[in-house]
């Protein structure tokens, strides 16, 4: 009689739980769709509102592009720890053997993978329709790439902080915007000194600077906030 | 000198030393601040460019750094509270924050007006005011997620770990609105350095005003700890036993 | 001792055609002293209060507790 061998290294439960993640958030298509229209329908505000001339589009569009996705990905924070925190398997997470640095992690890159990296690659259309010049295609889309898996990290604190508490959208905002602004300013930034003709690697570094930061200490944050919240 | 530390950690004592602090701290305060408010307004030279606005420094320049400084202070009674659970460090972050949120409303307040007849502009988006229009932000947020939770020391505990993932942040914000600054070349650094080419001597009220506010922000933290004390021990004896005794104080007057 | 830099009272409280600006943050700057030193004050007394209330309803409720106790149960 052979007995199934299920390895339980960090390296397979990480793997099984990124599987996991990804096939849950698959399932409800609302998740990938909902952000990415919002991102969609939000950008085209801004000509609507305020006129369609292209100089002033392009001028515009690095920051709308980068505070529409900022707000994108706040928005859809809520589908990170949600239903989990409703259906007891977060608690079962916090009492798992596993550490929950890397469970946390992996939690959020899979839900980067599911709402982040579609507003990427979405970005080029509307950084097209906003009239952005040829030079920021390229620094947009890197700093998007570098730039919305921290936006993940930290709107992770602030969810892992409010999931507990009813009515909590409003709070989520309050706490993850002020967190956010570096990266606003450095992505944003990234392409405006590039339709300036200066080189941006440089401010790419930093904004990968913060990715690394952001990815080393905030689980440790989003763990002990879980813990609050769960408790 | 460490024994003292370790009984200001304790509630009750916390309580009964400050009693004796409150009426010297408050005496050399007034004193620091009468000196600096008199001798800034009425006997330092007015600066060459602008007049005598530029006196609103004197308040301006405490504030800011009170308010950054008053965050460094909730970063660390944040760190104590979640490393060694001390209720203590949790009661004076608790106050911290009120006055912290006041100090950069000053210091917003006090950069406007000086900014308008200075620079023609109330608002400028230069890395200070910003900076300190984001800490604001993140001050009143702190209050906010306290109060959202039902179970106090959840609150507690959720306000310190937004305390100290906020105190990281609010270095980078500031180096990266400085940088932003450089980037877009229209707003002009309200740096106090641009009082220009004038007498090191006005510099001096500043240092009165400076631990004027300091003195302030001290006293004001441990009137409203001590009511915090009070509201939290209210199930101790020692509370009752000073609670009767304001009574039996309150009875022997009338 | 450096000296007084003003002409007068009336020069004084104009600060150079900026009056406005410069009392006004001093204003605002004495609000903020009052306010934070006089509102403790307030809060204690409040506290005190509703806890020597609570103190003595909670002495109150522990005589006639007994009284009521036995004439129920007897």
């Known amino acids: 009689m052979t007995v199934a061998r299920i390895s339980l290294g960090l390296r397979s439960s990480l793997a099984a739980t990124l599987r996991r993640e990804l096939q849950i958030a698959l399932r409800s298509p609302g998740n990938i769709i909902n952000p990415l229209m919002f991102f969609v329908i939000a950008v085209s505000l801004f000509p609507l509102g305020g006129g369609a001339n292209p100089e002033w589009l392009g001028q515009i569009a690095p920051g709308v592009i980068w505070v529409t996705a900022l707000l994108a990905v706040m928005l859809s924070m809520e589908s990170l720890f949600r239903s989990d925190f409703e259906d007891g398997s977060l608690e079962q997470l916090l009492l798992s053997p596993q550490p929950l640095y890397f469970q946390v992690l992996i939690k959020v890159l899979a839900h980067w993978l599911v709402t982040g990296l579609p507003l990427v690659l979405m970005a080029p259309l509307l950084a097209y329709m906003l009239a952005l010049p040829a030079e920021g295609y390229v620094p947009l889309i890197v700093g998007l790439l570098l730039g919305t898996p921290t936006l993940n990290l930290i709107g992770a604190i602030g969810t892992a902080l409010t999931v507990g508490l009813a009515r909590s959208g409003l709070l989520l905002a309050v706490l993850v915007l002020p967190l956010s602004i570096p990266v606003l300013v450095f992505g944003a930034g990234m392409v405006e000194t590039a339709l300036n003709g200066l080189p941006v690697s440089g401010i790419a570094a930093v904004l990968g600077a913060l990715l690394v930061l952001a990815s080393t200490l905030s689980p440790l944050a989003i763990g002990a906030a879980l813990r609050i919240s769960v408790t | ?254 | ?74």
């Open chain 3, 1 to 74: 001792m450096p000296d007084f830099q003003f002409e007068g009272l009336a020069d004084f409280l104009a600060m150079g055609g900026d009056a406005l600006f410069v009392w006004s943050s001093y204003f605002v700057f004495a609000l903020f002293i009052g306010w934070n030193l006089i509102q403790p004050r307030l809060q204690r007394r409040k506290i005190i209060k509703l806890l020597q209330a609570r103190m003595q309803r909670e002495a109150g409720l522990q005589q006639p507790m007994s009284g009521q106790a036995s004439r129920i149960a007897g």
């Open chain 2, 1 to 254: 000198m460490l024994q003292w530390l370790y009984k200001l950690g304790s509630p009750r004592h916390f309580y009964e030393m400050t009693t004796g602090f409150i009426p010297w701290l408050s005496g050399i305060t007034f004193f620091l601040l009468i000196v600096g408010v008199v001798w800034g307004l009425a006997f330092s030279p007015p600066d060459y460019q602008m007049g005598d606005n530029y006196r609103i420094i004197y308040i301006h320049v405490p504030t800011a750094i009170g308010a950054m400084g008053a965050f460094m202070m909730l970063a660390c009674m944040a760190a104590m509270y979640m490393i060694w659970n001390l209720k203590m460090a949790d009661m004076v972050a608790r106050s911290i924050v009120p006055l912290g949120a006041w100090l950069c409303v000053l210091c917003l307040l006090t950069g406007s007006l000086w900014g308008k007849p200075t620079w023609g502009t109330y608002w400028i988006w230069d890395a200070r005011l910003t900076s300190t229009l984001i800490l604001l932000f993140i001050y009143v947020g702190m209050m906010a997620l306290r109060n959202a939770y039902d179970s106090e020391t959840a609150g507690a505990k959720a306000a310190s770990v937004l305390a100290l993932v906020g105190v990281i942040n609010v270095v980078i914000i500031y180096k990266s609105v400085e940088w932003w600054n450089t980037l877009h070349q229209g707003a002009s650094e309200l740096s106090a350095s641009d009082v220009g080419t004038n007498p090191p001597e006005i510099w001096i009220p500043a240092f009165f005003t400076g631990f004027a506010v300091i003195g302030l922000f001290f006293l004001m933290l441990i009137l409203r700890t001590r009511n915090e004390i009070l509201r939290s021990e209210q199930r101790t004896q020692w509370v009752q036993d000073l609670l009767k005794q304001e009574l039996e104080e309150v009875a022997t007057d009338a």
